[in-house]
């Protein structure tokens, strides 16, 4: 399956997502690896739908709409390769686990496959892990195979709570962990994607959030071990990799 973006150029969907030894070398594979992402708490049903349209054209792996958006959301993808991912205990974290399970639940009763959940950093701040894992595992459970994304707030954290929030997760059965919301102190660091890979199996995914708005720095993220890339820049960040990565021609 094939769709167009704003410029009317093709981008293939269903590529596979970009692997850490494996960095895009196309705008399709770039795109794979995207989170195209509308958390403003403005945003109308028109916008919504023109943000998951957005998506489709360009092939991304996900679309992250605030939680009431689901139904409408997943609406406008259904049948397509693109999931509904929404936020749970936005964008602070501090809720309680019963609480982001009950919303977690909710969102996948509605359509969505992929939930960014956001940690309750106090526990992490006081070294009570068993409390950390409470937190993250209600939603796992509650998100019945869904796909959770476990937001760490990087920018807040130091080194050592990043490595061992990442180490808290991974046990409590979460598919990735993930930089910012977008909403607190810093976004995205190189440094911080290399500490989470470095904390995380294999089978975990990293994903950076927070600042990503041109080419460069996508791909710095991917390089130092990101899976996914949260951005609401999507368009501009590709059309930017085009222009900084163009594809040499074979010769015969």
Excluded: Q, W
């Excluded at 796909?147 to 990087?154: D, G, H, M, R």
């Excluded at 660091?189 to 995380?200: I, L």
């Excluded at 390089?223 to 021609?249: M, N, Q, Y």
């Amino acid at each position: 399956m094939r769709a167009t973006n704003n410029r009317g150029r093709l981008y293939a969907r269903g590529t596979p997502k970009v692997a850490m030894s494996n960095l895009p070398r196309t705008v399709a594979e770039l795109a794979r690896a995207m989170d195209h992402t509308l958390l403003d708490p403005d945003a109308t049903p028109d916008r919504i739908r023109a943000v998951c349209t957005e998506g489709l054209r360009l092939g991304v792996a996900a679309v992250c709409i605030p939680p009431v958006y689901v139904p409408l959301a997943a609406e406008v993808l259904a049948g397509e390769d693109v999931a509904v991912c929404t936020v749970v205990g936005f964008p602070h974290g501090n809720h309680t686990p019963a609480t982001k399970a009950a919303e977690a639940a909710e969102a996948v009763g509605a359509g969505a496959e992929e939930i960014d959940m956001v940690l309750f950093r106090g526990p992490l701040h006081a070294g009570d892990d068993e409390a950390v894992l409470r937190d993250v595992s209600a939603v796992v459970e509650a998100a019945e195979g869904a796909k959770v994304k476990v937001i760490l707030e990087t920018g807040a954290l130091s080194d050592d709570e990043i490595a061992r929030a990442c180490r808290l997760a991974a046990r409590a059965g979460a598919a990735f962990v993930k930089t910012s919301t977008g909403f607190g102190p810093g976004g995205a660091t190189v440094e911080a994607v290399r500490r989470m890979r470095e904390s995380v199996p294999d089978h975990v995914g990293v994903k950076a959030s927070g600042g990503i708005r041109d080419a460069a720095t996508a791909v710095a993220m991917l390089s130092a071990g990101a899976t996914r890339l949260g951005v609401s820049r999507t368009v501009s960040i590709l059309e930017d990799f085009e222009r900084t990565h163009p594809r040499k021609e074979r010769t015969s």
